[in-house]
């Protein structure tokens, strides 16, 4: 096992653009921490996962694995062991062939590789299929195959890159928390790439957004959910996302349809601090509750029932909200519904040049 560092690691693809598909990534993974890379397509964050891998070049900086700079070592000579999305098995051979292969070329006696693979396939729930070969496994057991193979050669680093955008709803839920269970009883460095931001933040003990190659946040999942630094984070953790619209400021908070809604003093000492007149406020849909009076009016577009929950989609005069309400008597489309928020301490602001958080 062992830690990861990132040293201001950018990578440019030769005759593509001069933009930066990772621009000066400063990361650090202790040893033995799960950290989930986030974001949307194009974000980066699967050439950074292959520039620790060795399989992408650092054209700028550094990446370090344990107490070894690896950013020219080949990807052999790195103690990696990487799981792909798709689940590259050998399909002339065994599950036990596949998960030992790597084993045989090191060498290792047949014994020994035997007594890794049976360990392994133990952990995964994989015994009874070892003499299959990987045609008559599912979609699930052949990504948990995929797995042990990585888990046999007993690596520094796990590097895991969308393993489970092959697998259907159901089983992707299942597979996930496997998946977080299996490193918490190896404790071995995982770095997990995912553009799901649910899956991101229900495994990862932290979790990092990147957007257009640069880092914009790494937290725990309550700390970006709770204070994201900038409001693309806001928008992009929490599903659905967190409402955003430009609002005019007042001398409490900032008007919305007929009414204010109050935002932290010093909130508004940094915006008036400034200079701003308008702000990008935030509030998620889960903070927002139906009332009979007060707050403000939302004209209801669509209703997306969910069970338990439902959400309601509307619009306060130019802008669109999304409010989380029971389920079992939501209103109906056409409906105009009064909201108001749930508590104090609910509402984020931005600063709609920087984008960044005010506190």
Do not use: W
Request: one cysteine or more.
């Amino acid at each position: 096992m062992a830690a990861v560092v990132y040293e201001k690691a950018s990578r440019v693809y030769p005759g593509v653009s001069s933009v930066k598909a990772v621009d000066q990534l400063d990361l650090s993974v202790p040893d033995g921490e799960f950290l989930v890379l986030v974001g949307p397509s194009g974000s980066g964050k699967s050439t950074a996962l292959r520039m620790l891998a060795g399989l992408e070049d650092v054209d700028e900086g550094a990446v370090r694995i344990g107490d070894r700079d690896v950013t020219g070592l080949p990807p052999k000579d790195r103690d990696i062991a990487m799981v792909f999305q798709s689940y590259a098995l050998y399909p002339h051979m065994t599950v036990a062939g596949n998960m030992g292969f790597a084993l045989e070329l090191r060498g290792m006696s047949a014994s020994d590789i035997r007594a890794r693979v049976g360990e392994a396939a133990a952990m995964l729930d994989l015994t009874r299929f070892l003499d299959r070969k990987p045609k008559a496994l599912s979609g699930g057991q052949r990504q948990r195959v995929a797995m042990g193979r990585a888990i046999v050669r007993e690596p520094s680093v796990f590097l895991m890159d969308e393993p489970l955008s092959n697998l259907d709803a159901k089983l992707r839920v299942e597979t996930r928390a496997n998946i977080a269970q299996l490193q918490q009883r190896l404790g071995t460095t995982t770095i997990y790439v995912t553009h799901d931001q649910v899956e991101a933040m229900t495994m990862g003990d932290r979790v990092a957004v990147l957007r257009d190659g640069r880092l914009q946040q790494c937290a725990s999942p309550r700390e970006l959910y709770d204070n994201p630094t900038n409001s693309f984070v806001a928008g992009f953790i929490g599903s659905p996302a967190m409402n955003l619209a430009l609002l005019p400021l007042t001398d409490v908070g900032v008007r919305l349809g007929d009414v204010v809604l109050p935002l932290p003093r010093s909130v508004l000492t940094a915006a008036g601090s400034a200079g701003l007149r308008e702000v990008t406020f935030g509030v998620r849909p889960e903070s927002l509750e139906l009332v009979s009076e007060g707050g403000f009016e939302l004209v209801v577009e669509l209703v997306e029932e969910l069970g338990a929950d439902a959400y309601l989609h509307g619009k306060v005069g130019d802008d669109r909200f999304v409010v989380r309400v029971d389920g079992r008597r939501p209103p109906r489309m056409g409906d105009n519904v009064r909201v108001a928020l749930r508590g104090k301490g609910e509402t984020h602001a931005f600063n709609p040049e920087t984008t960044l958080r005010l506190s």
